[in-house]
C-alpha cells in the first residue's frame, strides 16, 4: 500500500521547480535594486560633480570680480592719496604766505601807531588783528573789570 502522505517524483520535481522559480525571481529583484542603487549613485554623484563644477565657476566668477573691485579701489585711493598730498603741500604755502602777511600787517600797525597813537583807525585795526589773530601779539593780559568799562565808554563816546 501506498503512503497517501508520500510525496510522488512528479510532485518533488515540482516543488524543486517552483523553489528554483522564486529563488531566480529573489535573484532578479535584488539585481534589479542594486542596479537602481548604482544608477541612483552615479546620478547622484553626476548631479554632485556638476553641482561642483557650477560652484567653482561662479567662484572664480566672484573672485575675478572681487579682484577688480579692489584694484579700482586701490587706485581711488592712490589717486585720493596723492590728491590729498597736493593740497597739504598748497594750504602749506598758503599759510606760510598768511603767516608773512600777518607778520606784516603787524609791523605796520605797529609802526603806523607810533607815528599816530590817537588814530583809531589803527586802534581798531590792531584790536582786529589781536582778536582774530591771537597768536601774532602773544597772550594779551587781562583788562581788570573797571578799565574794559572806562574803555567801553570811551567806545561809545567815539561811535557817537
Known amino acids: 500500500m501506498t503512503d497517501p502522505h508520500a510525496v510522488s517524483v512528479g510532485e518533488a520535481g515540482g516543488i524543486f ?27 547622484r554623484s553626476a548631479k554632485l560633480d556638476k553641482w561642483h563644477a557650477e560652484l567653482q565657476a561662479r567662484e572664480a566668477k566672484l573672485d575675478t570680480e572681487t579682484e577688480t573691485r579692489v584694484a579700482t579701489l586701490e587706485r ?17 604755502t598758503c599759510q606760510h604766505r598768511v603767516d608773512k602777511l600777518l607778520f606784516f600787517c603787524v ?7 607810533t607815528l599816530n597813537p590817537q588814530s583809531t583807525t589803527i586802534q581798531r585795526a590792531k584790536t582786529f588783528l589781536r582778536r582774530e589773530f ?13 578799565m574794559q568799562r572806562l574803555l567801553e565808554k570811551i567806545n561809545e563816546g567815539e561811535k557817537t
Open 134 to 146: 591771537p597768536e601774532a601779539y602773544g597772550p594779551q593780559p587781562p583788562v581788570p573789570a573797571d
Open 76 to 92: 581711488a585711493v592712490l589717486s585720493l592719496q596723492d590728491e590729498v598730498r597736493e593740497r597739504e603741500q598748497e594750504h602749506s
Open 17 to 43: 521547480a517552483g523553489a528554483v522559480a522564486v529563488l531566480g525571481l529573489i535573484g532578479a529583484g535584488i539585481r534589479w535594486t542594486w542596479s537602481q542603487v548604482r544608477v541612483s549613485d552615479s546620478s
Open 107 to 113: 609791523m605796520l600797525v605797529e609802526e603806523s601807531e
